[in-house]
């Protein structure tokens, strides 16, 4: 009898005291592994992950957090031969496990870089700008996200045992988020070892990963109002998780990725010879085959103008032609088997309902040519296209979880979309053509119904990343049918995790809560220009005023032939006193910003190192010859980078006139050291 699987929970390995259920080998049908929960103590794992794991990670800032991923990211990548060993048990071809393992590696370096990037080196978000909320500037209000003190629970599909957790795991960590992971029993053995993996590197905080490996038992009834659950599987079991009490009144959170009929449209545009038409057959044949077609992002629908479905349905079958099945281990098989007879058991019931409105067109439901494997103890199933008659129902409401497409026919645009709507919300569309008007049209027809729209056409096609494959800076989830839930698609991941708040306040009371200088908070001004201060001595508030200067005619003139921005308003006195705006000749925007730069930096060496962008730059009064400009620069957020000598600051800069209007305003980002004088590693 094969090794039982383990799970961990409250901080160390469970083993089940019965002999679990077999999981088979995709391929051959040889016993892998046992499976059971019996007897694992799920309170324990949620008070485990909400009293050890969540405030542990909470402890730590955003970019703590994404060193973390980082660190992750690299461990498993130095033990992804050990998975790719093990991957080919679920009928995994060696390009399915470049996308499971790998993926999921690097959706971890993805999300650990965002991280640093997008997310301050704090615990607090601020969402969006300040609003004023009375006349004076006294009151004043600010969004923001904080981290949730609650459990992550992921139920996963089994068609993407290591991406499936750790897409979801990568986010949730970095949201401050301790995560309990429920694989899909058929591979959970190959979840187990990736889990083992990341436990004995030892680089996540005690309690922010724990695994259940098994049925959940009664996992959801330990969840209350903080906590969330992601799901990906069948619209089945969705409706049975919809329908739990803490779900439905208990205030748990539920995200769900289930059932999507997927499609992918042949533009009205496209002819045989077009580049389109041969990308758009192999990207249907690439989703028919990648993982035997055992993905949520899969094309199941293929929907082409009536007088191209024989050409189209031509070129597929030949291309199917040259797609060996078996046993994956050998290098000449390029698709797999699926994850378990009863899986294929499923995909060819779903084919025999979808005949009731299409004729297969290639390929045997039943049968079909191995190239290596056994026929009778592997999960095999050769690729399959269906061809729908019209008016047919079934390609619309039954999805094949396998290699099975069905082709149907529309007469223009509107028809084609309207096909696309009947699957009633999905993941995934895409269309091929190369005509921007069919690109409009198909793609605002599409988007209510979809998560993403992938639009292929000669000139993206050599850096497409395709229509099957989830990408870690875009979103993935999609509406209706397809669950309603939203993952990965950036920092948008990690905010779904957290708590927006509306914070109401003086300005000095949100510049402490958030630790972010806020208008019409307190300064700070001293004796000390703050670009002599290092970033340990620097503080937020701290402000310089500089002395006023005037901008004559003449550094406007010698700016306009310098640049040469001669634009009518800066050099023509007569065409400038016509235009509404000024009246007269104003000095160029980006002279006064010259000129202010002149008025606030301190030239010496010092400890700010260099100016690396201007954010929210915004003109507000013209400055004329003869008036005069000053700055009023605040620092207004402090950033140290990890592993760095130095750190960004934000200053908060406001360029005055004569009479105290200001004329513009905008953030100054520069590099400060750390200390100063310099460490010798700075100097060198």
């Known amino acids: 009898m094969s090794a039982l699987l383990e799970s961990y929970a409250a901080g160390r390995w469970f083993r089940a005291a019965d002999e679990g259920q ?25 008070r485990h992950a909400r009293d050890t794991g969540g405030p542990a990670l909470r402890s730590l800032t955003f970019h703590e957090r994404a060193a973390l991923l980082k660190a992750l990211a690299k461990h498993l990548s130095a033990g992804k031969e050990e998975l ?64 949730r003190p609650g459990v992550a629970v992921q139920i996963n599909a089994f068609n993407f045992p290591v991406w499936g ?17 429920k694989p899909a029993s058929q591979t959970a053995y190959l979840t187990e070892l990736a889990v083992r993996q990341i436990i004995a590197s030892g680089l996540l905080p005690e309690g922010a990963l724990q695994l259940v490996a098994g049925g959940a038992g009664g996992l959801l ?63 249907v044949v690439t989703e028919m085959t990648v993982k035997a077609g055992q993905k949520c992002t899969a094309i199941r629908r293929v929907l082409v103008p009536g007088a191209m479905a024989g050409e189209v349905l031509d070129a597929l079958a030949a291309a199917l032609t040259d797609v060996t099945v078996g046993d994956p281990r050998n290098p000449d098989v390029r698709m797999g088997a699926l994850a378990s007879l009863g899986q294929r058991d499923e995909v060819r019931k779903a084919v025999e309902a979808l005949t009731a409105s299409a004729e297969v067109v290639f390929g045997d439901p039943e049968g079909g040519v191995l190239l290596d494997g056994d026929a009778e103890r592997g999960a095999f199933m050769t690729p399959l296209v269906l061809r729908a008659r019209p008016g047919a129902a079934e390609p619309h409401d039954v999805e094949p979880f396998g290699p099975v497409a069905t082709v149907l026919a529309y007469d223009g645009v509107e028809e084609a979309v309207a096909l696309a709507a009947r699957g009633r919300g999905s993941l995934v569309a895409s269309v091929a053509t190369h005509d921007p008007g069919v690109a409009r049209s198909v793609v605002l027809g599409l988007a209510p119904w979809h998560g993403r729209v992938l639009v292929l056409d000669r000139d993206d096609a050599r850096e497409s990343t395709g229509h099957g494959s989830p990408l870690p800076v875009l979103v993935h989830g999609g509406p209706g049918r397809a669950g309603g839930g939203e993952e990965l698609g950036g920092v948008r991941g990690v905010l779904h995790h957290m708590q927006r708040t509306a914070v109401q306040a003086s300005p000095d009371q949100l510049t402490a809560i ?8 307190a300064r700070a001004e001293s004796g000390v220009h703050p670009f002599r201060k290092s970033l340990a001595e620097l503080r937020v508030g701290d402000t310089i005023r500089s002395a ?9 003139e010698h700016f306009a032939e310098f640049t040469g921005d001669t634009f009518y308003a800066h050099t023509d006195a007569a065409a400038a006193a016509r235009n509404p705006l000024f009246g007269g000749i104003v000095a160029h925007g980006y002279l006064v910003v010259s000129l202010a730069a002149g008025l606030f930096v301190d030239p010496a060496p010092g400890p700010v190192l260099a100016n690396f962008g201007v954010d929210g730059l915004r003109f507000l009064t013209p400055v004329k010859a003869g008036d005069s400009i000053d700055v009023t620069l605040t620092v207004k957020q402090i950033t140290p980078r990890g592993g760095a000598d130095y750190g960004e600051v934000r200053w908060d800069a406001v360029v005055g006139n004569q009479d105290g209007v200001p004329v513009a305003t905008y953030d100054v980002l520069t590099l400060v050291a750390k200390s100063w004088p310099s460490t010798p590693a700075q100097e060198a």
């Open 548 to 556: 006023a200067r005037t901008v004559s005619l003449a550094d406007i």
């Open 22 to 46: 077999p999981l088979s080998d995709a391929a051959t049908g040889e016993e892998v592994a046992r499976v059971s929960s019996v007897g694992l103590d799920v309170a324990a794992m949620v």
């Open 84 to 147: 790719y060993a093990l991957s080919v048990r679920t009928g995994a071809t060696s390009r399915d496990t470049m996308i499971d393992v790998d993926g999921g590696i690097g959706t971890l370096f993805s999300y650990a870089s965002k991280g640093v990037r997008e997310l301050p080196n704090d615990t607090v978000v601020l969402d969006g700008a300040l609003e004023r909320l009375g006349k004076g500037g006294t009151f004043v209000g600010q969004h923001l996200y904080t981290s």
């Open 165 to 181: 957790m750790l897409e979801k795991l990568a986010p949730a960590l970095l949201a401050g988020l301790p995560t309990i992971v």
């Open 514 to 521: 958030t630790d972010r200088w806020t208008t019409g908070a």
């Open 221 to 283: 009834d330990e969840l209350t109002v903080q906590d969330s659950v992601a799901f990906t599987g069948s619209a089945h079991t969705a409706g049975i998780l919809r329908r739990h009490p803490n779900v439905l009144d208990g205030g748990v959170r539920l995200g769900v990725e289930a059932d999507s009929l997927n499609c992918s449209i042949l533009g009205p545009d496209v002819r045989p010879d077009d580049p389109e038409f041969a990308l758009f057959v192999k990207g």
